[in-house]
């Protein structure tokens, strides 16, 4: 497009133009010098952003409005007409629409002038065969513009000649294949009718054989048919294209058709215009039956099954109730439901989501006729795999049911329960199935089963379904339907039950009573949590869970016509009375939250006594002790008299029962046990905690397993679901089925391989021996054994062998037991460990949350050892969440220690040192969190209720540390108890070699005890320097680096005392410097960067806090090493870090007043230069400029003292400067070049300072006046390569060297930004920039 735009833009005007406008040359170049912006209008709209697109369309237009008779008019026309043809396919729609747009925003434009213009810019006659396709492209989407710019069908001449060029385009099959016949019918079918009956005869002929031969025609065709059909038959007579001579052509025509829309998946649009022709001329049967059923799908290609399916779909809105009836019960329905079982995604494409957009569309759009909605959903749901529907029992598209249709919705699937039809099913088995030879599979008992399953959990999936407006009426239908059905049996229907009056057609087997049993504590789930925020809903305010224990009251009071499927004993009916009489007295207390919490208890488990009497008829006698106590029990009554008594307490047996309730595989019961500990937290004793910890303990677990015993209904649910995908699943077994029983026959090889013992060998070896068929030396001699012998031996090895195969399979048998068994161990760990987060959440407080911390620690180092599959990371991930967020960053912590303290600090001390021997520095850290999470429970208690014996002894062979003032002195922590524990544990990592504690962990510490880390300071200045290994000397100068600047740690030291730390930390990291630049190894660099960075941390904190230390045998150090350090960072040793070394180094040179010196610079840029190989000359010469055509620098870097200096006194004479000014740049002359060279600048001695001797100790001086900016504060003036003479003050001598109290790294970003601004402006621009700085300062002292 870049080129033909080109082309088009330096294209002279036509003579005929230039006659007619003669300065329309001078406006075209003005339109190329001004109109930037116009220009750019072409690039956007070819963009592929649509918004793009659409702004730059409008901005167009917009701009042309402005200048409807100008020059850009014409070329914008021309500029679109060219990107009709572009070479990008993207691009051409877009020109088209706004070429589209365009016209139909002028109207004056002539659309027959447009035409013409692009049918001479895209001649076809005269066009080179390669520029032909774009040539092609080119008009069809000039006609699409012109079409789309709605105007088309209003000029007749346009019109005519449009379709001329699409005639003339469609021969051209092999570039446009059928798109200018499918654009013919577009504009077609908007223009008028009397136009369309004068067009008609020149695009259609009368040979229907013709129509029948291509989509494209016969959409033609059906257009006219629609439009002026008295025109057609006097052009082809009268048609019937349902007849048995056209219905076979009209099949071939939909197939070519669904090929030619295959990727795009929509239905072509001649389909359905066949479809409304034949429900218009009365034959939807026969065209239905002949050419949907019978034609398209008798040689199933998929294909025509998407255009078959997408066809049923969108005739559901224009069908009658007995059509509808004849599609949805024939071979089409059938097809449908046998391609929903077979195809699996992502491999094969699944009609299933657009079959329910259609569906949901159909529903949305009759909600007001109820009969229609129900009739299709009924057809739907009654299309069936051997019994089992293929519609999900999940189907979102109930939620646009009206009421009506819902009800008898729900009661068809409930008489479809009670008594399955299954002859009104639309039954199939897919091939496989019919291939099966096991007979058991097609009874109807199994269809049944399949149906009955499917139904009670589309029950339960509509209550579920919070889209979907319910009555409550309606969901307790529902709820009554599943409770009687699942635990009840009628014995004499009675008026006062219509449960009782429903009969089965086939029995109610155990196993489907089962099924509705597990689905009716689904629906009570959802019911306890959805409806639990709505008790409107509910009659009285009553839970749903209490309304149906009063109606399963009912039944059981009425025995002679209901009975129980397992019948309750005298104990259970007097546990089920005494159950109610307790819900009633917890009605007394229904203001408590934890009265709520015991009847949502209590009401589960006396439901769940109709599943399994015997184990809750305890249960329950259990949890109305425990409720009775819990209410009665008064507040002043102690704790420690219910432990003292011999029987446990009631809070004890509670936990004991939650536990059980656990151990079962139900969700509902998970959320009622966590809701129920969190109200009897409070009240927890430690026995009840021990029996949580010890579900916890990974060491008694796995030894006291039969503590708690774990449910699983895994292989009952595994068995069901094997059933009902069995034979879904067959149609893929086919291709899998020798690959896996290669795996199973590899895997068998191996196992027996491995299983082979000593004991089967010498078995085999005597088998053999006795059948002389492992003869010795002589075994060529001896006869070879007979038939019966052979028989015999035969007979013997395969017992053998069996018994050994018998053997492998208990083994495996016994391994999977045990891992099955882990699982389900692991498993209910996992959900006790909901126990332990409440307790966490709810009592942060509570001294026995303390006890919490070993039992979590255990967890996390076990599985960390043995975190290998998916339910151990879920156990360790979840341990981890519940120690990190809801223990040690817990924002309230125990605040009751009572008698705790000395066994809190013998437990920190444990954990500290348990955190050193750990060998993963991940669990070390959870260790040594746990251990601070300790010290902030001792400091946040108050000392007077700690034990006296912990604060008068101090641990042996350590110095009593004298505690600071303040708060800290009324805490309970004892420093002179673990400042050694954690004195230690910081020289461990600063000495071993592979320590797992970490840095940040001290950092942690740090920060959040600053009296702790005063004390393990003097650790960290002994290893800074010293015979420590290097990456322990670089630890602890980082340690100290970022210690330094907390604010609290500043606090706990007096001025003295901070000034002799710094002067001691100073001294040591001297002591690492005088090896700087000699670094060997990778440790003994990154010491080097690390004491860099402390010596400037050093400083800053030297300048904040004004003080006066010592600084001359520091700087010796870094003067007598800078050679070394340049001879470093020239040779390249450790090139990563060496820039970053050099510049902490003049950093640090800085703010002692010594200036980084230029020619380095230049050096290290002229040497690699000087010794570049010709390789890497003729490598980078492509790409760069030449020599020549560089521009020289007009300040070389490279240049001597006096060079500096020579501009500098030029400019000085030069520029109009006071005397005084003159006299003190003279002063600062020599200094500055002595500081170029990288020596210190010298100022003259002052007279008071004469007398000093060069022995004398350098200090530094007090801070100087606000007025002097920060450079000259820190002793150095700015020097840049053009005024190193320029002095504000005189300098002292040498020895003295001063540290301010501004931070040096101030001041440096200021200087470098006016070094480099001075380097790279002219000498007339720094003298002008001079001048206003001299000028700016006379105003201000005026």
Known sequence: MAEIDGQDVAEPTSPGEATQSGALPADRHGLLQHSREFLDFFWDIAKPQQETRLEA??????????RPQGSEMKYALKRLITGLGVGRETARPCYSLALAQLLQSFEDISLCSILQQIQEKYDLHQMKKAMMRPALFGNLFGVLALFQSGRLVKDREALMKSVKLLQALSLHHNHLQEQPQKALVDILSEVPEAMLQEILPKVLRG??????????????????????PEKLESMMGSVNLFSDENVPRLVNVLRTAATAVKKERKLPRMALDLLHLALKEDKFPRFWKEVVEQGLL????????????????TALPLLSKEQLQMVLRGDLIRHYGEHMVTAKPPSQFRFGPEMDEYVGTFLEGCKDDPEQQLAVLVAFSSVTNQGLPVVPTVWRVVQFLSPPALQGYVAWLQNMFLQPNLDSLVDFSTANQKKAQDASLHVPERAVFRLRKWLIHRLVSIVDNMHLEKEDALVEQVARFCLFHAFFVTKKPTSQIPETKQKFSFPLEGQSREVVGNAFFSLLQTLSTHFKQAPDQTRGGQSWAYRLVQWADKLLNHSRGVTTVLPFTTQQHQAWDRMLQTLRDLEAHSTEARAAAFQHLLLLVGIHLFKSPAECCDLLNDIQTCIKKSLGEKSRRSRTKATNSQEPAWVEVLVEILLSLLAQPSHLMRQVARSVFGHICPHLTPRALQLILDVLNPETSQDEDENVVVTDDSDKQQLENTEDESDDSEDNKNAESEDESEEEEESEEEDRDGDVDQGFREQLMAVLQAGKALGGADSEDEEELGDEAMMALDQSLASLFAEQKLRIQARRDEKNKLQKEKTLRRDFQIRVLDLIEVLAIKQPENRLVLELLQPLLRIIRRSMRTSSSQQEQELLHKTARIFTHHLCRA????????????????????????????????????HFNASLYLLRVLKGNSGEGCAPETQKKPRAGTNTIPKPKGPQTASCLDLNFVTPVYSSALSSFLSKRNSPLTAPMFLSLFSRHPVLCKSLLPVLVQHIAGPTRPRHQAQACLLLQKTLTMRELRACFEDPEWKQLVGQVLAKVTENLRALGQAQTKSEHQKELSSLELLNTLFRSINHEKLTLDLTGLLGVLQGQQQSLQQSLRQGAHSTGSNRLYDLYWQAMKVLGVQRPKLEKKDTKEVPSAVQSPVSMKRKKKGFLPETKKRKKRKSEDVTQEEVAKPVATAEEQSPSTGKKKRKRTKAKAPAQSQVNGTPAVKRPAPDTSTLSPSTPAKTPKLQKKQQKPSQVNGAAPVSPTEPAVKKKH????????????????????????????????????????????????????
């Open 891 to 926: 924002r309230r912590y125990c605040h009751d220690l009572g008698d705790l303290v000395e066994t809190l600090h013998a437990q920190v001390e444990q954990l500290v040192q348990q955190a050193s021997r750990q060998a993963d520095s991940s669990v070390a850290l959870y």
């Open 207 to 228: 040979d229907l054989n013709m129509v029948l031969g291509s989509p494209e025609l016969l959409e033609l065709f059906l257009l006219a048919q629609k439009k002026v």
């Open 1291 to 1342: 300098q002292k001598a040498l020895p003295k060297k001063e540290v301010s109290g501004k931070s040096p790294q101030s001041a440096l970003p200021r200087k470098k930004a006016r070094l480099s601004l001075a380097s790279r402006s002219p000498s007339l621009l720094q003298r002008g920039a001079r001048k206003k700085k001299v000028q700016v300062k006379k105003v201000k002292r005026s």
């Open 57 to 66: 369309t409008e901005k167009l237009l917009e701009y042309l409005r402005t």
């Open 298 to 313: 008798k040689k199933q290609s998929w294909p025509a099954s998407y255009l078959c399916f997408r066809l049923l779909g």
